[in-house]
């Protein structure tokens, strides 16, 4: 199983950008799809975004697309969640995940699911300043 780790999180304006990191260790990063999650308080934990194993395919929340950008360095073994034009409504713990597979799933209602996903990382929590 992939270990991940999760940094970058911490307190922002409204309307700034934050850049979350994730460094795996522990297998061959390149063959996994990675993916964001978050949770916040009293809510179910949701899918934000997720990138197949060469970086070539993405896909997006609703609610983040156009604000929130994630890619992947394989080279470094780290994917990234650059957020810019953060909201009150975007505070939570944001979990990294690593999936079963290299690439993201074919049907995009399953990213929701945890069924694609392999592992998790602690998660770093965003504050947003309204």
């Known amino acids: 199983q992939v270990q991940l780790v999760e940094s970058g999180g911490g307190l922002v304006q409204a309307g700034g950008s934050l850049r979350l990191s994730c460094a795996a260790s522990?297998?061959?990063?390149?063959?996994?799809?990675m993916g964001w999650f978050r949770q916040a308080p009293g809510k179910e934990r949701e899918f934000v975004a997720a990138i197949n194993w060469s970086g070539g395919s993405t896909y997006y929340a609703d609610s983040v697309k156009g604000r929130f950008t994630i890619s992947r360095n394989n080279a470094k073994n780290t994917v990234y969640l650059q957020m810019n034009s953060l909201k009150p409504e975007d505070p939570a713990v944001y979990y990294c995940n690593a999936g079963k597979s290299p690439y993201l799933v074919p049907n995009p209602t399953l990213f929701q699911t945890r069924s694609w996903i392999n592992s998790w990382g602690q998660g770093t929590q965003v504050t947003v300043a309204s």
């Open positions: 522990g297998r061959t990063f390149s063959n996994y799809a």
